[in-house]
Structures are given as structure tokens and as C-alpha cells.
């Protein structure tokens, strides 16, 4: 008995799922769990609680520290 | 005087972003084109190649005009949050190559890997199925990254004809490049570039974030440049703290 082959729409929607999986999140996860911090932080500070200058300082604090830590992953992965 | 500064702050890194990432995105598609042309014959890997361009026209022409009727306030946070969580991905991977634990990105061993998979596939009719898709592959995959690029600056800039200007100069001139030269484009300064494009999608994807949040940023438009001289400043503190100990780099570079 052969496999049955899934239809055309759902291999193409599966195959445009899996290119966005792989293009946002890929081997690095905590850079796109980050970014959905930063992007909740920041609203908070400037929407709710109307700080523009926090957010204005927190937007690129956050980014950096989010790439600090994922470097420092890699790095520690590496020397393993 | 300052209105104009800071329309050309965001003009320069708009057109540095995007010529860089479409450069560099060029060079690899070129090299596995060069490499299946070269092994297979260029009849499929020129089809598969046309193909692949027409599909991501089509791509375009059906999501550019849509991406304009979407609230700019909306636009610009999700094309923050991709621009934000892909340049950091660029951004990383390119400290990790400067620092030495990761390898170079090598188009010499991408074009000789490419071949040697080729060859070992005996098979080479006159249409050649295996050259057509892998050229179809390299082509797409890539094009469609400097699609999503110049989309997503383009419409959140307001200037996706510019984005799409500077996209074919940067494709033409390293298509133009790597016909002339006929071989893998290594002299390309490739990982120097890819830390550039990092760089400038981090600044970019910070800023969109932060418009589409309301947020008032010191400068308007000029304060893209100060994100820029920030991100850069930490890519080089990152690399300078976490390069390894001369005596260790040989037994710990890693592929």
C-alpha cells in the first residue's frame, strides 16, 4: 500500500509555515522570544504608561541584551 | 536644514540595507547557479533560475500593493519585529564568524560542496531535472529573502520604489560581476557585508518597532544613525569579549 500524497494547497501552506518557522525562529529561539519581550515591554512603557523617554532607552537596551545572551549561548555551545 | 538631515539619515540607511542584503544574497544564489551550471550544463540551471525570478515577481506584484493598504502604525510594528528578530540573527552569526567560533562564510567551499554533490549524480540528460531545481532552490530561497527585504523597508520607509531601485543596482551589479569573473565570488567581502546588513536591519527593525508603537524618537528620522553607531559599538565589544585566547582559536574554531 502506498503512501497517500497530501494535497497540493496543504504541502504548499505546510511548506510556507515551515519557511517562516525557519526564517524567524530557525536555531535561534531565544531571539525571537526576545523580540516579542521587547516589543511587550515597550508597549507597556509608552501605550499604558506613557513613557516615551523609558521606551526610547529600553527599545535598544533590550535588543542588545538579547543579543549579548545569545551570543554568549553560542559562544558556550561551542565549547562544549 | 534639519528636516533635510534626517530624510537623508533615513535615505542612506534604507539604501545601505537594502544594497548590502540584496548584494549578499545575490552571491549566493550566483555561486550555486555558477556551480550547477557549470557541472550540469546551463540550460536547466538558467531555466530553473528564470523560473525562480518569475515566481518571486509574481510574489511581489501580489504583496507589494497589499502591504500598502495595511495601517502604516501596524506595518511598521510587524516589519519592526521581523526586521528586529532577523537582524539580530544576521548580527549574531556575523560576531560569531568575526570572533572566530564560528567559520567564514566560505562561497569557495559552498561552489566546490555544490559540485561534488552534482557529480556524483551520474545522470545528466539534455533537460536535466536535478540542475533545474537545485538552481529553481538557490534562486528562490534567496530571492525571497530580498523580496521580504526590500517589502518590508521598502513600504515602511514610504519608499518601495527606491528599495526595489537599489535592490536591482546591487543584483545587476553582482550578476554583471559574476559573469564577467565566471567562477564562485569569493573576493566578495561577504562576512564584512553581512555584519554591515546586521547592523543596519537591527537599527531598522528598533526604529519600526518604535513607531509602530508611538513611540517619539529624539531626532525623528536622524536617530537611526545613533542606533547604527550603538549596534556597532556592541558588535565589537561582543566580538572582543568573547573571541577566544589566541592558543585556544585552533582547537576551537567549529564549522
Not at chain 2, 557541472?39 to 500598502?68: D, H, I, K, M, N
Not at chain 2, 559540485?115 to 530561497?141: Q, S, T, Y
Request: aromatic letters at 6%.
Amino acid at each position: 500500500m502506498t503512501a497517500q500524497k497530501s494535497p497540493l494547497v496543504l504541502r504548499l501552506l505546510k511548506g510556507f509555515g515551515m519557511f517562516w518557522w525557519d526564517f524567524l525562529v530557525g536555531d535561534t529561539p531565544e531571539l525571537f522570544a526576545a523580540a516579542l519581550v521587547i516589543i511587550a515591554v515597550v508597549a507597556v512603557s509608552r501605550i499604558v504608561l506613557q513613557e516615551n523617554a523609558v521606551a526610547v532607552a529600553l527599545l535598544p537596551v533590550l535588543a542588545v541584551i538579547a543579543l549579548a545572551i545569545s551570543v554568549r549561548r553560542a559562544q558556550r555551545a561551542t565549547r562544549k | 536644514m534639519i528636516a533635510v538631515t534626517s530624510v537623508s539619515s533615513g535615505v542612506i540607511v534604507l539604501v545601505g540595507a537594502v544594497f548590502l542584503a540584496c548584494a549578499v544574497e545575490m552571491v549566493e544564489a550566483l555561486t550555486i547557479v555558477l556551480a550547477v551550471g557549470h557541472t550540469r550544463g546551463w540550460r536547466s540551471a538558467f531555466e530553473g533560475t528564470v523560473v525562480a525570478l518569475v515566481a518571486l515577481a509574481a510574489l511581489v506584484a501580489a504583496f507589494g500593493p497589499a502591504l500598502v493598504h495595511i495601517p502604516l502604525s501596524v506595518l511598521r510594528l510587524v516589519v519592526g519585529g521581523v526586521l528586529l528578530i532577523f537582524g539580530m540573527q544576521w548580527l549574531r552569526k556575523a560576531i560569531l564568524r568575526s570572533s572566530g567560533l564560528k567559520a567564514m562564510h566560505d562561497e569557495d567551499a559552498i561552489y566546490k560542496e555544490t559540485v561534488a554533490e552534482l557529480e556524483a549524480i551520474n545522470a545528466r540528460p539534455d533537460r536535466d531535472r536535478i540542475a533545474f531545481v537545485m538552481a529553481f532552490k538557490g534562486v528562490f530561497l534567496e530571492g525571497l529573502e530580498v523580496v521580504i527585504t526590500v517589502l518590508t523597508l521598502g513600504t515602511s520607509a514610504h519608499r518601495l520604489g527606491l528599495a526595489v531601485i537599489t535592490a536591482g543596482v546591487a543584483i545587476v551589479l553582482v550578476g554583471v560581476t559574476g559573469a564577467i569573473v565566471a567562477k564562485q565570488l569569493s573576493h566578495v567581502p561577504e562576512n564584512a557585508m553581512k555584519m554591515g546588513v546586521g547592523i543596519l536591519l537591527v537599527s531598522y527593525g528598533t526604529f519600526w518597532v518604535g513607531e509602530g508603537l508611538k513611540v517619539t524618537w529624539p531626532g525623528n528620522d536622524g536617530a537611526l544613525l545613533a542606533l547604527v553607531g550603538l549596534y556597532a559599538v556592541v558588535a565589537w565589544v561582543l566580538i572582543a569579549l568573547i573571541r577566544p585566547r589566541r592558543e585556544l582559536v585552533a582547537s576551537e574554531v567549529t564549522a
